[in-house]
């Protein structure tokens, strides 16, 4: 199992980041994904999630309005568009999945079984 993320970089505040998380060795179109993220000093929290067909999304009220969660199953790839971005989101960014065929979403660490190696987000002022 491999979930490979891309997208991060340093933006300015008030710009829009694309990561995108790709996935291979599991059955990605049937288990729900995620993203997590670490900033500077703080434990890793839940960021969104997104069921395994993609018709339902949940986020973290910080992010709510701002960030939306998408997939294609297809190429086995979940995203995370992040618009008016602020310093407050500087983090890595992790994204995850669970095993459990047909889930529902998690919002907590341990509801997920793998995860990426993360990408780094810098947001400027």
């Known amino acids: 199992v491999q979930l490979q993320a891309s997208g991060g970089g340093l933006v300015q505040a008030g710009g829009s980041l694309r990561l995108s998380c790709a996935a291979s060795?599991?059955?990605?179109?049937?288990?729900?994904a995620g993203w997590f993220r670490q900033g500077p000093g703080k434990e890793r929290e839940f960021v969104s999630g997104?069921?395994?067909?993609?018709?339902?999304?949940h986020y973290a009220d910080s992010v709510k309005g701002r960030f939306t969660i998408s997939r294609d199953n297809a190429k086995k790839t979940v995203y995370l568009q992040m618009n008016s971005l602020n310093t407050e989101d500087t983090a890595v960014y992790y994204c995850?999945?669970?095993?459990?065929?047909?889930?529902?979403?998690?919002?907590?660490?341990?509801?997920?079984?793998?995860w990426g190696q993360g990408t780094l987000v810098t947001v400027s002022s």
């Open positions: 997104i069921s395994w067909s993609g018709g339902y999304t």
């Open positions: 995850a999945v669970r095993a459990s065929k047909f889930s529902e979403i998690g919002t907590r660490e341990y509801d997920y079984d793998y």
């Open positions: 060795g599991l059955p990605f179109g049937i288990i729900p």
